[in-house]
C-alpha cells in the first residue's frame, strides 16, 4: 500500500468545498473556477481544442501529466474530447500520483463538479478507482484511457518504456515549486524529455524562472502568457524536432481462437483494425475451453507487486470484465469471491500471513474459519483467506460477446506456414491462403510450428472433473457456492440450468492426447478428499458420475508468456504460454501487444516488459521435453 493523501476541506464564499493538501499545504484547484483554469492553463494553452478536432480516424492523442490529484483536468480534457472528436481517435492520459486521494475524499472532491455531462465519466472513475497500490492502473472510458501511475512520479516515469506512449502535450499539474520540489526537480525534466514526441508541447500554470531554465535546458522553446484569475503570468513550451510517421496495420490475422487470441482480436478491434480470427477446430476448443474458468489472484510480495504479472494482470482484468458485464446481454463474469488456501510451499506461515495482510481487504484477507480440513501439522500452517475480487467466467458467453464486434471474424482455417509476400503476411494451408498488414500467433502449445524462432513450450495435460449435484440438500450447495483454491480448486456453478460442482485440475507433462481419463478423474477427487474432508464426505461423490473434459496448456521456463514481435520479422507477433492463468493474463497481454503494435502508452512497466519479449534471454536455452 502506498500512502493516501491527508485532506482538509475549505468552504469558498460560494459555498463550494475546495480540497487542501496537508502534504504540501496547496489547494488542489483554484477557488476562482477549477474547470476554467484547467481549461486556460492546460487545453487552450497546448491548442487541444484545435488538435483534437483535427484528429483522423484511428489515431492517437497522448497526454502526461504530473500529479493527478482529484482528476479535474482528466475530467476537462474527457469534456473537451467529447464536444470536439468527431473520428475513432483514442486518447491515453498518463498521470502520476504520489499521494492518491482515498476513494472518500475523492468522491467529495468530484461533488463540486457533477452535472449531466460528467456524471458519465466521473461514475466511471469512481467504479473503476484502483486500490492503492504502486505502479499503473488503467481505466477505461470508452475512446478515452486512463493510465493511472501511483507512486513517486520520477520513479513511475522512469519505469515507463522510452518508444512507447510518447506524449503528444505535458500538464506540469504538481503543487507550487516551492512547495514540491520533487515534482519539478532535473530528473523530473529529464524524463520529459525522453518520453515526448518531436513535436510535443507543455503547459504549466507557473512561470518560475528555475522552471523556465529547466525547459530551455531540454531543448525547449518557451513562452509567457498570460495566467489564469488572479495569476499573472504562466509558461508554454514546445520541442521542435523532426516528426517521423509510423504506418498503423488496418488488417489482421489471430491464429488460434483460445483466450488469448479472443482478447488479441478484441484489443486490436477497439483500435479500427479488421481481424481474422482463425482456429483448426473452433473458438475456445483447446485449453481455454473448460465451462467455467476460476479467475482469481495470485498475490507476491507487496514490495514485487507492480512488476509481478499475475497482480498487475488481475488487476486490470477484474475491471475488464466487469464492463464486460455492462456491455453483455449475459452475465460473462460472476464476483462470487473466492477462499484460498495460501499453501506453505516456498514461503513461511509467517511470511504468508505478512504477504496477505500487507494488501487491502478489498483484494485479500485472512479468515478464521477451517474449512473441514484435517488437523494434521501440515493443514495447522495453512493460512485460509478470503479474495472478494475473485469469481467465475462463462468462458463461451465471454468468446460469443468479444466474436460479436463487427470488425471481428472467424473463420476455420488449419494453418501450416506463415510468410511474407511482398506488403502483407500471408496465412497458408495445402488449400488455401489469407492475407493481411500483420498476423499474431496465439497457438498455445502449438505456436512453434508457425514459427522456428518461436519458443517450444513445455506440454501441460490438464483434465478437469464435473458432476450434478442438484439432487444435494441446499444447505451442502450453499456451502460449496464459493469457489476454494487449494492444492487445485473447486467451484459451483449452473451448467445448462442444472448445478454443477467442478473439481481440477490435473497435471500431467509431455502429454498431448485429450481424451477423458478415470485415473484423472480420481486425482482431482483425492485432492478435493485430501484439503476438503468433511465436504467430500457430504458430497460422497461416485467417480463413475463424473464427466470432465482435458487440454493442453504450454508452459514456459519462468511462467511468463511471449507477448511481442517475432525476432526481426515486422508485422508478425505472438501471444502465447500462459500455462494455466489465461483469463488472467490475456486482458492485458493483448492489451499490451495492441500498445506495443500502435506505439502507444504500455499499461506496465519496462521491467515487467522485458520479462514477457519473445526473444528474452530465459528463452535462448531449449527446455528438455521429456522433464
Known amino acids: 500500500m502506498i500512502q493516501t493523501a491527508h485532506v482538509t476541506w475549505q468552504t469558498d464564499n460560494l459555498g463550494k468545498i475546495t480540497p487542501i493538501s496537508e502534504q504540501f499545504d496547496d489547494i488542489y484547484f483554484s477557488k476562482a473556477g477549477g474547470f476554467d483554469e ?344 495453512i493460512i485460509n483467506t478470503h479474495t472478494p475480487k475473485a469469481g467465475l467466467i462463462d468462458t463461451h458467453k465471454l468468446a460469443d460477446f468479444i466474436l460479436s464486434n463487427p470488425l471481428i471474424h472467424f473463420e476455420h482455417f488449419h494453418a501450416n506456414n506463415v510468410i511474407k509476400e511482398h506488403d502483407k503476411w500471408m496465412l497458408k494451408n495445402a488449400n488455401d491462403q489469407l492475407s493481411a498488414d500483420i498476423v499474431i500467433i496465439c497457438a498455445g502449445f502449438e505456436s512453434h510450428l508457425l514459427n522456428d524462432e518461436l519458443f517450444n513450450p513445455r506440454k501441460i495435460r490438464g483434465q478437469v472433473s464435473w458432476l450434478d449435484i442438484d439432487q444435494h440438500c441446499d444447505e451442502l450447495k450453499a456451502k460449496l457456492a464459493t469457489p476454494i483454491k487449494y492444492d487445485g480448486y473447486c467451484a459451483a456453478f449452473d451448467k445448462d440450468d442444472t448445478l454443477t460442482f467442478l473439481m481440477g485440475a490435473s497435471f500431467v507433462r509431455n502429454d498431448t492426447n485429450t481424451s477423458v481419463r478415470d485415473d484423472e478423474h480420481e486425482f482431482n477427487l483425492n485432492k478435493f478428499r485430501q484439503s476438503l474432508p468433511n465436504l467430500a464426505n457430504e458430497l460422497n461423490v461416485n467417480l463413475a458420475d463424473l464427466h470432465g473434459r482435458a487440454s493442453i496448456r504450454a508452459q514456459t521456463p519462468d511462467y511468463h508468456p511471449l507477448v511481442g514481435q517475432v525476432g526481426r520479422h515486422d508485422g508478425l507477433y505472438t501471444v502465447y504460454g500462459m500455462g494455466s492463468k489465461g483469463f488472467s493474463f490475456a486482458p492485458l497481454c493483448g492489451e499490451i501487444l495492441a500498445g506495443l503494435i500502435f506505439d502507444e502508452p504500455l499499461p506496465i512497466s519496462y521491467v515487467l516488459l522485458n520479462k514477457l519479449t519473445p526473444n528474452r534471454p530465459r528463452l535462448q536455452t531449449p527446455i528438455d521435453q521429456n522433464r
Open 38 to 381: 484547467s481549461n486556460h492553463v492546460f487545453l487552450e494553452s497546448n491548442d487541444l481544442p484545435e488538435r483534437f478536432a483535427n484528429l483522423h480516424d484511428n489515431e492517437h492523442f497522448v497526454i502526461m501529466e504530473t500529479g493527478f490529484g482529484t482528476g479535474l483536468n482528466f475530467l476537462a480534457t474527457c469534456l473537451l474530447w467529447q464536444k470536439v472528436v468527431t473520428s475513432s481517435a483514442r486518447l491515453y492520459f498518463v498521470s502520476t500520483e504520489k499521494y492518491p486521494l482515498s476513494h472518500a475524499d475523492l468522491t467529495t472532491a468530484l461533488l463540486a463538479w457533477q452535472n449531466e455531462k460528467t456524471n458519465p465519466f466521473i461514475t466511471t472513475l469512481l467504479d473503476d478507482y484502483p486500490l492503492a497500490l504502486s505502479g499503473c492502473h488503467r481505466l477505461h472510458f470508452g475512446n478515452i484511457c486512463l493510465d493511472l501511475w501511483l507512486g513517486d512520479a520520477h520513479d513511475s516515469f522512469a519505469s515507463m518504456h522510452t518508444k512507447t506512449g510518447q506524449a503528444d502535450a505535458w500538464f506540469l499539474d504538481g503543487f507550487a515549486p516551492s512547495k514540491n520540489h520533487e515534482l519539478w526537480s532535473d530528473d523530473i525534466f529529464s524524463q520529459i524529455k525522453r518520453l515526448s514526441k518531436s513535436d510535443a508541447t507543455l503547459a504549466t500554470f507557473t512561470s518560475s524562472g528555475t522552471v523556465r531554465r529547466a525547459l530551455i535546458n531540454i531543448g525547449m522553446s518557451i513562452q509567457k502568457i498570460k495566467g489564469f484569475g488572479h495569476k499573472r503570468e504562466m509558461i508554454t513550451a514546445k520541442f521542435d524536432r523532426a516528426v517521423a510517421i509510423k504506418p498503423t496495420p488496418k488488417t489482421a490475422i489471430i491464429v488460434g481462437a483460445g483466450v488469448s487470441g479472443l482478447f488479441t482480436a478484441h484489443a486490436l478491434a477497439s483500435r479500427g483494425v479488421s481481424v481474422t480470427l482463425t482456429d483448426k477446430i473452433a473458438p475456445l476448443s483447446g485449453a481455454s475451453g473448460n465451462p467455467k474458468a476460476l479467475f482469481a489472484p495470485k498475490l507476491t510480495q507487496l514490495s514485487d507487486a507492480p512488476n509481478h504479472l499475475p497482480t498487475v494482470s488481475f488487476l486490470y482484468a477484474e475491471r475488464i470484465y466487469q464492463t464486460f458485464n455492462q456491455l453483455a446481454k449475459d452475465e460473462i463474469f460472476t464476483q462470487t469471491g473466492a477462499m484460498d488456501f495460501l499453501l506453505p510451499t516456498q514461503k513461511s506461515h509467517d511470511k504468508l500471513t505478512h504477504l496477505a495482510n500487507s494488501y487491502p481487504d478489498e483484494l485479500i484477507s485472512i479468515v478464521n474459519d477451517d474449512f473441514n480440513l484435517n488437523n494434521d501439522d501440515f493443514n495447522k500452517q
